[in-house]
C-alpha cells in the first residue's frame, strides 16, 4: 500500500496502479478517452491530465497524464487544479475541432463517452469557425455502422481489434494529422469480436447497425439482466426491448466470465426473437385455438394418454425439471443424440468427481500454459478463445518487474516482449484462429487427437496409460507439450464436445490429472454444444433412443416436447417415424422448425427474452436471467405453461407452485445436483428501500404516447411475480445486487463506461460479487483413475472418407442462425476435404462431391483443405440436412477415385 495526497486529502491505495485508475477508484471524475481498464494505457488522447508535485512544499508543480503516470508512495496530486481544469478544456477543445454537431441524429447520443467527458471538463462552446475536415465511412458489414467524422483519435478500436482480439483487418491508416480507422477497402469485418467496437469507441464511430434500423435511444430501451444462448459459456447481457421487439443485447460485466466483451453470436444472435416465424398463438392441427380450447383439449388429451417428456438443452433448468415432475422420472428424457448425451455426462462426471477444477475464463487469461485437443475454440466457446488469447500475451519472462514496467502499461510491455509468448499447444482436426499465436499446432483426426493427449500425459506421468504403436516423431512432439506443462505454474487443458469423442475428453483429463498428480495447479475446461447442455444433463434424464423405443414398443402414445427440433439430434427418416408413431405430439416451442410442423398441438413459448430462468454454463455456474418484457397472454414462459397443464390434471405438485420461486425451490430439495439453486438470486419479495428495481432508467421517454393509437388514458405497468424487478422506470436509484443490474448508469456517466462505479475497482469484481453460484467444484477426495481405452491410430479406408463435425461461430447454433443480420454471415454448405483426396477423386475447389452418410446420399461442394488429414473429411454443424448427430460416421464416396487411393491406402496401412 502507498500513501498518497490528492487534493489536500490523504488516501491509502495499493501500488502497481496508475494515477488515473486509482483517482477512479476513489471517485474522482477524471475524464478520459484512449485509456480502458481492458487494454491498458497508451497516453494516445491527453485528456486525463493531472499535476503531480514533488512535495508539499512544491506549489507549482507539473502536469502529467494520469493513466501513463504510476502510484508511488507520498505521491501528492491535484485533480481540480485551476491549471489542470484549464488544460483539460484545452485538449476537449482540440479534439471536438473536427467533430460533426450530429448528436441529434447519433446513435450514441444520450449515451455517449464524449458527451460525457466534454460535461465533466466544462467544454461548451465551439471557436472553431472553418470547414470540418470529413471522411468517407465504409461499409463494414451486417453488425457495425461505420462514421468515420465522429472520431477523435483514441486508438481503442485499432488496440482492441488488432491487440486484444487478433483482428488483421482493421487499423490506423495516418498521414500528418489526418488519421483514418478502418479497412484498406469496404467489407465485412472479419474478426469474431467485432461488434465489441459499439461498445470501445467512445464517441459514435462504430455504432450497432441492428439497433440503428429501429432508432431507439438506449434510454427509451426496458431493459433486464440476461445471459447469452448461444453457447455454453454464460456470458452476461443486458438485453433491451422497446414497442415489444427485442432492439439490443449489450454486455453486462461479469470479472469471471466475459469481462467487458461479447462474440458477435453473442451480441447479434437476438434477432431470431423478433422473426417473423414465431409461434405467438396455439394451434390444433394447424388451426389457431383459443386459450380455453386449447386446455380443454390438453385436458382430454392428457387424462387418456401414456406421455413422455423430451426436454431440451436450450431450455431452462425450470422448464425442463416442470416437464420432468409432469411426466415422471421414469418418463423424461434428454432431446439429444445418444452421442451428445454420453459425452455431457462425461464432462459433468469428470469435473464432479475428479481432482481438477475447471477455471474460469478470467482464469484461463492467467495461465502460463495452455493444451487445446480437439476444440475450434473460435467457432465453439468464443469468449474461451479470447481468454486463450490474452494468457498468450503474458511475459512469463520476469523482465517488465525487473524494470518497473507495470501491467497496464500495455504499449512499452508489448515492445519489450516482442515475439515471446507463453506456450500455447493445440491439437484439432484443422486449422483454427488461435494458430496463429500457438506454439505448436497439430492436425489430426479426433482418434490421433487422443492418441496424442494420452501420450502427452503418459509424459508426465507414466502411470498414465501409453497409446501402442506411437510413432518416434510423434512421441518427440508428445515430450515436448509435456515438458512445456510441467514448467508451467497453472496450465489449463481445454477440451469439449465439439470433436464429438469421447476419447479425446478422456485424454484431456489424464492430461489435467497426470499435472495434478505432481503437484500443479492445473485447471481443465470443457465446452459443451449448447446453452444448458451441462444443466440437462445434472438434472438428469435418459437416452432420446430410449424414448423412441418407448413408443414403437407401445409404452407410450403422447409425446411433449420442449423447446427443441428433434430433427437436429436424430436422424430424419428416425425422427420422423417416431413423431408419426406418436398419437399425440404436443410441442412448446417460440420458434417454427420441422419438429412443430409435425404436431398436432403446438403452444407458444416464451424465448429468454419473454422468460425467467436459469442456465448452468459449462463451468457448472448456474446463472439467472430476468424476463426483459411481458409478453402477450398467448405467449409465457415453457415452465408456466406445464404448471397450468398440471394444475388442469391437478398434479399433486405442480398445482402447488404458483411462480418461479416455487418451481426453483422444488428443484433445490429434489435435485441432488442442483442444491442452493434457489438462491442464486435474491428472493422475489427482494426490495431496496421498500422499492423495487427499475427496468426502465428514469430518462425513459413516451410511456404515455406509446400506447396513444390504443387508448388516451395511461395503461397499468404490469407487475412482475417472479421477480424484483418492475417494469416501469419507478423504483430505487441504489445500485441493486450484481445479478440484477438492468443496465449502468451514474451521475455523469451516461455511457458503458460507468461500469466503473459498480465495481469494487475499476476492472475488478462487482460490488456485491460476480453473480452465479458454482454447482460444479474439484473433489479432493477424487477416487478418478486414468481413463484406459486408447484408440487405435486412424487409418483411411479405400472409397470412404471418416466425416467428421466442424463449426462456424455463425450457423451451427440454432437460435441465433435465425437471426437477420446472422444470416448474412453464415457461408454455404460444403464439405472440407484434403487436397490429396481432392486429387484422389478428381475434385477441385467447389466442385460436387457424393457422398453417402448412414445410407442415404448426399451432394456437397468441397473446400480443399491442405491441413486437414487425408482420408477424413470436415462437415459443418448446421449449415446443411445431412445427418450431423451421427457424426463422426464413415460416408461412401460415391464420386469415381483415381487408382492411387488404394495404394495410399495399403502403405498407410504398412506405416501403422
Not at 429 to 442: F, M, P, R
Not at 737 to 760: D, E, L
Request: proline share 5%.
Amino acid at each position: 500500500m502507498a500513501t498518497i495526497i490528492i487534493d489536500c486529502k490523504t488516501y491509502e491505495v495499493p501500488l502497481g496502479k496508475n494515477v488515473l485508475e486509482t483517482c477512479l477508484n476513489l471517485g474522482f471524475d477524471v475524464p478520459y478517452f484512449c485509456w480502458h481498464p481492458g487494454l491498458g494505457s497508451v497516453g494516445a488522447c491527453r485528456q486525463c491530465a493531472v499535476k503531480v508535485f514533488k512535495d508539499a512544499d512544491d506549489k507549482k508543480g507539473r502536469l502529467v497524464m494520469s493513466c501513463m503516470e504510476p502510484v508511488v508512495h507520498n505521491q501528492h496530486l491535484a485533480v481540480h487544479d485551476a491549471d489542470t481544469i484549464d488544460f483539460r478544456k484545452q485538449v476537449i477543445e482540440w479534439l471536438m475541432t473536427n467533430h460533426p454537431h450530429d448528436c441529434a441524429v447519433c446513435d450514441e447520443g444520450g449515451s455517449c463517452h464524449l458527451q460525457d467527458m466534454t460535461v465533466m471538463t466544462g467544454h461548451h462552446e465551439r471557436r472553431f469557425t472553418f470547414n470540418k475536415r470529413t471522411y468517407k465511412n465504409q461499409d463494414l458489414g451486417p453488425f457495425l455502422n461505420h462514421e468515420m467524422n465522429r472520431c477523435i483519435q483514441c486508438y481503442r478500436c485499432v488496440r482492441f481489434y488488432k491487440d486484444y482480439a487478433g483482428g488483421k483487418d482493421l487499423d490506423a491508416y495516418a498521414s500528418k494529422n489526418n488519421v483514418y480507422f478502418g479497412r484498406a477497402e469496404d467489407g465485412v469485418l472479419e474478426n469474431e469480436f467485432s461488434g465489441n467496437l459499439a461498445e470501445i469507441c467512445p464517441t459514435g464511430v462504430f455504432t450497432d447497425k441492428t439497433l440503428k434500423e429501429h432508432y431507439t435511444r438506449k434510454w427509451d430501451l426496458t431493459m433486464s439482466p440476461s445471459i447469452c444462448q448461444h453457447c455454453s459459456v454464460g456470458c452476461n447481457t443486458i438485453a433491451g426491448e422497446r414497442y415489444g421487439a427485442l432492439r439490443m443485447i449489450h454486455n453486462r460485466f461479469h470479472e469471471k466470465i466475459n469481462g467487458y466483451f461479447l462474440c458477435d453470436r453473442g451480441r447479434f444472435g437476438y434477432e431470431f426473437v423478433n422473426a417473423e416465424n414465431r409461434i405467438k398463438q396455439p394451434s390444433i392441427n394447424g388451426d389457431v385455438v383459443e386459450r380455453t380450447e386449447l386446455e380443454t383439449r390438453l385436458e382430454k388429451i392428457m387424462k387418456s394418454a401414456k406421455v413422455i417428456g423430451i426436454g431440451s438443452p436450450r431450455a431452462s433448468l425450470q422448464s425442463n425439471f416442470a416437464l420432468k415432475t409432469l411426466v415422471g422420472e421414469d418418463n423424461f428424457y434428454h432431446g439429444v443424440s445418444d452421442h451428445e448425451h454420453d459425452l455431457a455426462e462425461l464432462a459433468v462426471r469428470i469435473l464432479k468427481d475428479g481432482p481438477v477444477r475447471t477455471p474460469s475464463t478470467k482464469e484461463i487469461e492467467k495461465s502460463d500454459a495452455i493444451f487445446v485437443l480437439g476444440e475450434d475454440l473460435t467457432n465453439t466457446a468464443p469468449i474461451v478463445a479470447l481468454a486463450v488469447r490474452q494468457a498468450v500475451r503474458q511475459d512469463l519472462s520476469g523482465e517488465p518487474e525487473k524494470i518497473h514496467i507495470q501491467g497496464w502499461q500495455d504499449a512499452a510491455r508489448k515492445n519489450l516482449q516482442q515475439q515471446r509468448k507463453m506456450p500455447l499447444y493445440s491439437a484439432t482436426i484443422h486449422e483454427t484462429k488461435l494458430d496463429d499465436i500457438c506454439t505448436s499446432a497439430n492436425y489430426a483426426t479426433p482418434e490421433d487427437i487422443a492418441r496424442l493427449g494420452f501420450a502427452v500425459a503418459h509424459c508426465v506421468d507414466h502411470n498414465s496409460p501409453a497409446p501402442e504403436h506411437f510413432p518416434e516423431a510423434l512421441q518427440v512432439r508428445a515430450r515436448s507439450i509435456a515438458n512445456g506443462l510441467l514448467a508451467a505454474k497453472n496450465p489449463t487443458i481445454i477440451s469439449g464436445a465439439g470433436c464429438a469423442s469421447s476419447a479425446v475428453m478422456k485424454a484431456a483429463a489424464n492430461v489435467a490429472i497426470a499435472l495434478h498428480k505432481n503437484g500443479i495447479v492445473v485447471g481443465l475446461t470443457y465446452t459443451m454444444l449448447e446453452c444448458n447442455s451441462m444443466g440437462l444433463t445434472m438434472i438428469g434424464g435418459h437416452r432420446l433412443s430410449a424414448a423412441f423405443n418407448a413408443v414403437i414398443n407401445g409404452h407410450a402414445d403422447t409425446l411433449i416436447l420442449l423447446e427443441n427440433d428433434l430433427f437436429r439430434h436424430g436422424s430424419f427418416a428416425e425422427v420422423g417415424d417416431f413423431l408419426a408413431r406418436c398419437k399425440n405430439v404436443i410441442v412448446l416451442d417460440h420458434t417454427k422448425s420441422d419438429s412443430t410442423d409435425r404436431a398436432s398441438v403446438v403452444i407458444p413459448a416464451g424465448t429468454f427474452a419473454e422468460s425467467d430462468g436459469i442456465i448452468v454454463n459449462n463451468e457448472g455456474r448456474a446463472q439467472r436471467f430476468f424476463q426483459v418484457y411481458e409478453s402477450t397472454e398467448s405467449i409465457q414462459e415453457s415452465w408456466r405453461w406445464i404448471i397450468n397443464i398440471g394444475k388442469t390434471l391437478q398434479h399433486p405438485k405442480l398445482q402447488t407452485w404458483q411462480n418461479f420461486e416455487d418451481i426453483s425451490k422444488a428443484m433445490a430439495s429434489e435435485e441432488p445436483m442442483l442444491q442452493n439453486i434457489d438462491e442464486v438470486n435474491p428472493a422475489v419479495d427482494f426490495r431496496i428501500v421498500g422499492q423495487r428495481i427499475p427496468r426502465e432508467p428514469h430518462r425513459f421517454s413516451g410511456r404515455t404516447s406509446m400506447h396513444a393509437h390504443i387508448q388516451v388514458s395511461e395503461q397499468k405497468p404490469p407487475t412482475d411475480d417472479d421477480s424484483p424487478l418492475s417494469y416501469t422506470m419507478e423504483g430505487t436509484r441504489i445500485q441493486p445486487p450484481s445479478a440484477m443490474i438492468p443496465f449502468y448508469w451514474s451521475p455523469g456517466w451516461n455511457s458503458v463506461q460507468s461500469v466503473a462505479k459498480y465495481q469494487h475497482e475499476v476492472g475488478g469484481s462487482l460490488k456485491d460479487g460476480d453473480s452465479g453460484i458454482r454447482l460444479l467444484e474439484a473433489n479432493a477426495a477424487s477416487s478418478l483413475v486414468y481413463f484406459q481405452g486408447i484408440p487405435e491410430a486412424f487409418v483411411p479406408l479405400e472409397h470412404h472418407l471418416w466425416i467428421v463435425p466442424t463449426y462456424h461461430i455463425f450457423g451451427s447454433e440454432e437460435m441465433s442462425a435465425k437471426s437477420a443480420s446472422i444470416q448474412k454471415r453464415i457461408p454455404t454448405p460444403y464439405l472440407l476435404i484434403s487436397a490429396v483426396d481432392a486429387n484422389i477423386y478428381h475434385l477441385k475447389e467447389q466442385d460436387i462431391i457424393k457422398v453417402s452418410i448412414a445410407n442415404i446420399s448426399y451432394s456437397f461442394p468441397i473446400k480443399i483443405n491442405r491441413n486437414i488429414p487425408v482420408g477424413m473429411a470436415a462437415l459443418p454443424y448446421g449449415l446443411c440436412d445431412a445427418p450431423i448427430n451421427a457424426l463422426p460416421e464413415w460416408g461412401i464416396v460415391e464420386t469415381s477415385p483415381l487408382t492411387e487411393l488404394h495404394d495410399y491406402v495399403r502403405k498407410t496401412k504398412v506405416q501403422h
